[in-house]
């Protein structure tokens, strides 16, 4: 059976389901019927009463075989009876012989074959003259076929359901999905009849140019898996033929390194992968055998050639490179820095081709430019846009996700996906920049409160630019890639690794998506512009203080639309695919149909606007604001490769291209995901980060700042609203907020605990989630640990818990240390909090009898731990913004720290040590804006330690009796008073020593029973 599954993935369908199918085709062209449409679906419904449920469906015998050799004219629909719609055009250039006025889906190259073996392409349905009578039978025999697909609810767009219980709304996407394919078709013929083999194509004026002498094959190969995937097997072939006997890279021109490696190469390298992994789906006509070879062979050449580019003293690639000498050139503007974006978006294509190669070099290279620039101590992932390739240094500070950003933050993701998630680094990465994005980019407009990321022309610490190019918004697609790895959010949201982080990353994906979707809802043509502006508040809202919008009325006058300003310098439409890319991996991840339905929208703009007359293609546009818009005369090559691709996958089956077998490039070019295997590893690993400069301090301080109040707080949660106080300029100072911890990261040592007990360390890490912190819970006993963990998560799902995981580690061990702050960043992207609760009681004896070994090792425990622990978490912490929560250290100490009186002289000498170490550590790190502070709660609270090896009542009234308040603590009550140290609301307080012992500390002689307090105090009076 030969039937159209290129992936072989489809599940056979019962014959009922076939038979809707057929009957929602023939609904689709029903203005079109004729007598062979009218008895094939006879035919249909005759076959399906003798057809098994469990059997695949046969298609009608006139149906051409999709892998048969000799079939060379595919591309044109099966209802195109053998009419030509439109007239020929002619042109010296042509190579079509029969012209381009077919429209969609009537254009054939050839009419001295068969389009099919029984029907010759001038076949009619019938060319004899028939009898009235037979006519009319023949129509009423329609309405009466047409009437039964009514009955059965086709064409109603209520809910109601039929007695098949079917939706024939789903079936209309597959029409859709026809419809973007009759647009590549039309691009493409236009392309192939007036501008062959030239790397540009300008359809108004129908003219063409090179970008090099012998042309590069722009359009041709940044186009061939989009042809691949159409299963357009005969343009396909044509251009194979190009490529084989025209394309050559040998040419002594300047090429952008960037460009050509994305569309270039990754078009060769995607054709390579499609055609040799889905043979079936673009099978050459004629019988010719394929050569596998070919494209992999054109790649390596080019690749080749590219590796010049990255000749430099830092390892930047050069922004261009000669193709004959393969000599690095410097960009003649920019000060001849290279964009970071271009920079650090040749890593997916350049491993690649190792991987396929076996040639390490290529991979060496490529990875060597993401170490440089994260040599830069890039902060909270941000990356400026201008990168020297001469010193490996960033040129300036302005920051942005559109031009020259934007595809270095999309490659973070995709390297840790393209090697199957083996190179945690590239997620860390990623992590730590939407980290960054979130902390400083995102805003809303004004009034309406739209999502979008703005711009830091002056880095962290800068204003705000309410400015964001159209190119940002691949941003929704990737947020909501990162959060579920490709798979579906239901998929995902089964696994152990979904919480708080993954659901805040779809709300955002979800929020900002719908912001690009109203660049092309709010103007006159349904096209967005090239870039839009906002107003913002003032200081603007930082994310989560706003609501967005819930819907965007398709009203002219929708009031959402006010929000949206497009100056006529950014007014043009350049046929960009990063919306409908993300729409498309919404669509899959969410399934939510509105997706489907905005990009339905989108494209029927782009038809109605950007199509060219006569059939000539489809061009870019001057003015979206504007009806008509005046045509710019340019088809963009990746109009071909991306825009139409993913309008195509947006209304194709989910298992075409499934998001967690494939990785796109930043040119939609889809590769597959592959393990490292022994040859191939990360070559790099990531420094420590130094503190910034004082003069970098300013500009981070001043993040959210009115130039009139250079030193107000800059709080993510703190609404500076201006107002005057007594008529005086002085503005109130931010409220604290008692949501600062939302979205920090903690680690806690000690943060098990005996069985359901609640120590210390169990229950700041308990209460540090509560408040939206993700913690890191450290324990060298594992079960106590998960324990934990595991009541954050059952308690945090339905309360908004931040996300808990274990480490096992022991932290007296330099490396142990290490790999717990490794880890946090690796989980969560930073580090805020640092709880430093082991401690042990150690051992017995005074300084006669104590033994030496037993000394050494309970100082490891109670006090280095603590300060190996800070050694790498501190480095974490001076990588966050700058601000009142940098970070903040707890240590926690005991009353014997202060009072001594213990039976043994190691335990009160070491957290005497923990006191001033405290103090020490306050000084020594205020500058960067880290707090420490030391909790006196040990032992006078009643916890697991403390009563697991036995309490009698007495003993534990007498505990109680100590204290001026007369009452017992819990490990809650040192977990609410870590809380509150770690949180914004003590940003004022450093270097404090704080008891939590009811007053045990404050009393005289507290060691005493209370008879004899209160004797002592009576002899006192006297």
């Not at 060769?268 to 070879?293: C, N, Q, R, W």
């Not at 190996?868 to 014997?896: D, E, F, T």
């Not at 770690?982 to 704080?994: F, M, P, Q, Y």
Request: aromatic letters at 10%; one cysteine or more; a neutral charge.
């Amino acid at each position: 059976m030969n039937t159209r599954d290129p992936f072989g993935l489809h599940h056979k369908t019962s014959a009922l389901a076939i038979l809707q199918s057929k009957a929602s085709v023939a609904a689709n062209s029903a203005a079109a019927f004729s007598l062979q449409t009218f008895e094939t679906g006879k035919q249909v419904l005759e076959d399906s009463g003798v057809l098994p449920d469990d059997m695949s469906f046969s298609l009608p015998n006139n149906i051409p075989s999709f892998t048969n050799p000799q079939r060379r004219f595919e591309d044109s629909r099966w209802g195109s009876s053998g009419t030509v719609h439109g007239q020929p055009s002619g042109g010296a250039g042509s190579r079509t012989g029969g012209g381009l006025g077919s429209g969609f889906g009537g254009y054939f190259k050839d009419k001295d074959l068969p389009l099919y073996k029984d029907k010759p392409f001038t076949y009619a349905a019938s060319r004899r003259k028939r009898s009235l009578w037979r006519r009319k039978r023949v129509f009423a025999g329609i309405v009466l076929f047409l009437g039964l697909l009514y009955w059965l609810g086709l064409f109603s767009r209520s809910e109601r359901k039929s007695m098949w219980n079917w939706q024939p709304e789903a079936l209309d996407w597959d029409r859709r999905r026809e419809r973007v394919r009759d647009a590549f078709i039309l691009s493409w013929d236009a392309y192939e009849h007036y501008a062959w083999g030239f790397d540009e194509y300008h359809p108004t004026s129908k003219k063409s140019r090179q970008m090099v002498p012998k042309g590069l094959g722009w359009i041709i190969v940044d186009s061939l898996d989009t042809m691949i995937l159409m299963n357009l097997t005969s343009r396909l072939s044509n251009a194979r033929e190009w490529i084989s006997t025209s394309l050559d890279y040998n040419q002594d021109s300047n090429v952008n390194t960037f460009e050509t490696t994305i569309r270039m190469l990754g078009g060769l390298l995607s054709a390579h992968y499609l055609s040799t992994t889905f043979p079936e789906m673009a099978p050459l006509v004629g019988g010719g055998k394929i050569d596998e070879d070919l494209y992999l062979e054109k790649a390596i050449d080019l690749a080749e050639r590219l590796m010049g580019a990255y000749e430099s003293p830092s390892g930047i690639p050069y922004a261009s490179v000669n193709l004959k000498t393969m000599e690095g050139i410097p960009s003649h503007v920019d000060g001849g820095a290279s964009s970071t974006a271009e920079a650090g978006s040749l890593q997916l294509e350049m491993k690649y081709v190792a991987k396929l190669t076996g040639e390490k070099a290529y991979w060496d290279k490529a990875e060597k430019v993401m170490q440089v620039i994260d040599d830069n101590s890039v902060q909270d992932g941000l990356a400026p846009i201008f990168i020297y390739a001469t010193t490996g240094e960033f040129r300036d500070s302005t920051i942005r996700l559109g031009s020259r950003g934007d595809s270095y933050y999309e490659y973070l993701l995709k390297q840790y996906l393209q090697t199957s998630e083996q190179e945690p680094i590239y997620r860390d990465m990623y992590d730590q920049a939407l980290s960054g994005v979130r902390r400083h980019m995102i805003t809303y407009s004004k009034p309406s409160h739209h999502t979008f990321i703005a711009e830091l022309p002056q880095g962290i610490g800068g204003e705000l630019s309410p400015k964001m190019d159209h190119l940002v918004c691949f941003m929704p697609g990737t947020i909501a890639l990162g959060a579920t790895g490709g798979l579906t959010e239901a998929e995902a949201k089964r696994l152990p690794t979904w919480g708080k982080k993954q659901e805040d990353e779809m709300r955002l994906a979800r929020e900002l998506m719908q912001t690009c979707f109203g660049m092309y809802r709010a103007t006159l043509t349904g096209l967005a512009p090239e870039i839009a502006w906002f107003e913002i508040d003032d200081p603007p809202l930082h994310e989560g203080e706003a609501t967005p919008p819930d819907n965007l009325s398709a009203d002219i006058d929708a009031d959402w639309k006010q929000d949206y300003i497009i100056k006529d310098g950014d007014a043009h439409n350049l046929q960009r695919p990063e919306t409908v890319e993300s729409l498309f991996i919404l669509w899959r991840i969410t399934g939510d149909t509105r997706y489907r339905e905005w990009g339905w929208e989108i494209f029927e703009s782009f038809e109605k606007y950007s199509r060219v007359a006569n059939d000539a293609g489809f061009t870019s546009l001057d003015n979206v604001k504007e009806i008509p818009p005046t045509q710019r005369d340019n088809m963009e090559s990746f109009w071909l490769a991306e825009t139409l691709k993913y309008f195509y996958l947006l209304f194709s089956p989910n298992d075409i291209l499934p998001l967690d077998k494939v990785v796109f490039n930043t040119e939609a070019h889809p590769f597959p995901r592959f393990e490292l295997g022994k040859l191939f590893k990360t070559g790099w690993e990531r420094k420590p980060r130094a503190w910034t400069s004082a003069a970098s301090t300013e500009q981070v301080m001043s993040r959210s700042i009115l130039a009139s109040n250079p030193t107000q707080s800059t709080s993510a949660t703190a609404r500076a609203t201006r107002h005057r106080l007594n008529n005086q300029d002085e503005p109130i100072p931010p409220r604290p907020s008692r949501h600062s911890l939302r979205n920090k990261v903690a680690i806690v040592t000690g943060a098990g605990s005996r069985s359901n007990g609640i120590g210390n360390g169990r229950a700041s890490a308990v209460l540090l989630a509560e408040a939206g912190c993700n913690v890191v819970c450290v324990d060298l006993n594992l079960p106590w640990a998960e324990r934990t963990v595991q009541m954050i998560n059952d308690e945090g799902r339905e309360a908004g818990f931040g996300n808990a995981v274990v480490v096992c580690a022991d932290v007296t061990q330099a490396e142990e240390c290490e790999r717990v702050v490794r880890e946090a960043v690796r989980r969560f992207g930073r580090v805020d909090v640092l709880v430093n609760n082991v401690g042990v009681g150690g051992p017995p004896g005074d300084a006669t009898t104590v033994k030496p070994s037993e000394w050494v090792k309970g100082l490891q425990v109670n006090v280095t731990s603590m300060m190996l622990m800070a050694k790498y978490a501190i480095p974490a912490m001076q990588r966050n913004k700058r601000g009142p929560l940098r970070g903040s250290i707890i240590n926690i100490g005991s009353v014997a720290g202060l009072k001594g009186g213990s039976p043994g002289l190691l335990y009160p000498t070491s957290k005497g040590a923990i006191t001033n170490m405290t103090r020490a550590m306050a000084a020594h790190h205020a500058p960067a804006g880290i707090r420490v502070n030391c909790l006196i709660a040990k032992g006078m609270l009643y916890t697991p330690m403390m009563y697991h090896n036995g309490m009698t009542p007495q003993a534990r009234e007498a505990r109680r009796q100590r204290s001026l308040l007369k009452t017992e603590g819990y490990g809650w009550d040192c977990g609410a008073a870590v809380r509150w140290l770690a949180s914004e609301e003590a940003r004022w307080v450093t270097g404090v020593i704080l008891p939590v012992d009811a007053g045990v500390t404050a009393a005289v002689e507290t060691d005493l029973p209370e008879a004899s307090i209160m004797k002592a105090v009576e002899k006192a009076k006297l």
